[in-house]
C-alpha cells in the first residue's frame, strides 16, 4: 500500500511508516496542485496538515484512497461527507498539540497585558522608557473568557487558573448542566455576556458557516473596554478589518492573531501597521513536542485504518 504525505511530518513518524507502506513524503505538493491530483492517484493513505485541500476534485482523483490523516485538528480542509460516503476514514490528531495551543494562548495574553517586551531597542539604544512600561496589567484576578470548551479550550482555562484568573467560557454542544462546569470552575455565558466581562477572550471553535465572523464588528464593540483577543483556532471567525479599526480606536488594549482569512497573509491588508497586534503564521499548536505527538499520532492512527490494526 502507498502512503502520500503533502505536508511536513516528523522523521521518525515518516520512517515509522515506511516499515509498513512505500511512502513519499514530498510536503512540496502543498504548494504544487496538478502535482497533487496526479500523485493522489496511487495513494492508499493520504497526510496532510491544514493547507492541503482535502476536496472533491482531490478525493476523485485518488480512487485507492482509505485513510486521510489531518496533522492537527482542524478538518475545514477535508471533505468530511464525501470522505464518509467513500467509506475514508479521517484521522485527527485530537488533543496532540494541545498543550503547544494552550500555552501559546497564555504568553500572548501575559505579552500583552503587560506590554513591555517591544521596546528593546530603544533601551539597548540609550533611551530609557521606564515611566511609559510602567503601567502594565496582571493577570491575576482578571477574566479569561473561553469561546469553545473542548479540550484545548479546558486546558487554556486551567493554566489561566493557575494565574489566579477567573474563567467564564461558552460552548453551544455543552449544556449549562454538563460535568464540566463544575469540574473545570468556569463560569458557563452566552457570548455576549462573556465579551462583555472578559479581560481577555481566546477563541477555540471550528470554523463553518454558523461561527464565520463570529466576532464582527458588532460583537467587537461589545467586547470590554481594554480587552485583548487571542485567536488560534481559524482566520475566518475574527472580521480582521474590524479588529484592526477598534485597535487603531483604542477600544481593545490589544490582539493576537496566529490564523488568517487568507494564508499566507496578504502585506497591506487591514492589519498592517495595527497597534498592539501580535501576528504568527499559524503555529501556535507547533513546537517540538506537539510535532513529535502529532506526527507519532497520526502515523499510527493511519496505520491501524489501513490494516485494521494487524501485526
Known amino acids: 500500500m502507498h502512503v502520500l504525505i503533502s505536508e511536513f511530518m516528523d522523521a521518525p513518524a515518516v520512517d515509522a511508516l515506511r ?65 464518509a460516503a467513500r467509506g475514508i476514514q479521517v ?16 504568553g500572548t ?33 482578571r477574566t479569561l473568557g473561553v469561546v469553545g470548551f473542548g479540550g484545548i479550550g479546558q486546558l487554556t482555562a486551567r493554566l489561566a487558573a493557575g494565574l489566579g484568573m477567573r474563567i467564564v467560557a461558552c460552548d453551544a454542544a455543552l449544556p449549562a448542566t454538563h460535568p ?11 457570548l455576549d455576556a462573556l465579551l462583555a466581562q472578559a479581560d481577555a477572550v481566546s477563541l477555540h471553535v471550528p470554523l463553518n458557516a454558523d461561527t464565520r465572523h463570529l466576532l464582527n464588528a458588532d460583537r467587537i464593540r461589545g467586547m470590554r473596554p481594554g480587552a485583548i483577543l487571542v485567536n488560534t483556532s481559524r482566520g475566518g471567525i475574527v472580521d480582521e478589518a474590524a479588529l484592526a479599526a477598534a485597535l487603531r480606536m483604542g477600544h481593545l488594549r490589544g490582539a493576537a492573531l496566529d490564523v488568517f482569512d487568507q494564508e499566507p497573509l496578504p502585506g497591506g491588508g487591514p492589519l ?15 513546537t517540538q513536542e506537539a510535532n513529535t505527538r502529532v506526527s507519532d499520532m497520526v502515523a499510527a492512527g493511519v496505520t491501524i485504518a489501513l490494516t485494521g490494526g494487524a501485526r
Open 19 to 83: 516499515q509498513r507502506f512505500d511512502v513519499r513524503y514530498a510536503p512540496d505538493l502543498v504548494d504544487a496542485r496538478d502535482a497533487l491530483l496526479d500523485a493522489a492517484r496511487q495513494a492508499d493513505g493520504l497526510i496532510v496538515r491544514n493547507r492541503s485541500q482535502v476536496d472533491a476534485a482531490l478525493l476523485a482523483a485518488a480512487p485507492r484512497l482509505r485513510a486521510v490523516g489531518r496533522l492537527g485538528v482542524g478538518l475545514d480542509n477535508i471533505d468530511l461527507p464525501g470522505c
Open 91 to 106: 484521522v485527527p490528531a485530537t488533543g496532540a498539540n494541545a498543550r503547544a495551543v494552550a500555552e501559546y494562548v497564555i
Open 109 to 141: 495574553v501575559l505579552a500583552l497585558l503587560r506590554g513591555a517586551y517591544a521596546s528593546s531597542a530603544d533601551v539597548a539604544a540609550g533611551r530609557w522608557p521606564r515611566t511609559a512600561l510602567s503601567q502594565g496589567l496582571e493577570a491575576h484576578g
Open 180 to 190: 464540566v462546569w463544575a469540574e473545570s470552575g468556569a463560569t458557563p455565558l452566552p
Open 272 to 286: 498592517a501597521d495595527a497597534p498592539n497586534l501580535i501576528l504568527t503564521p499559524h503555529i501556535a499548536g507547533l
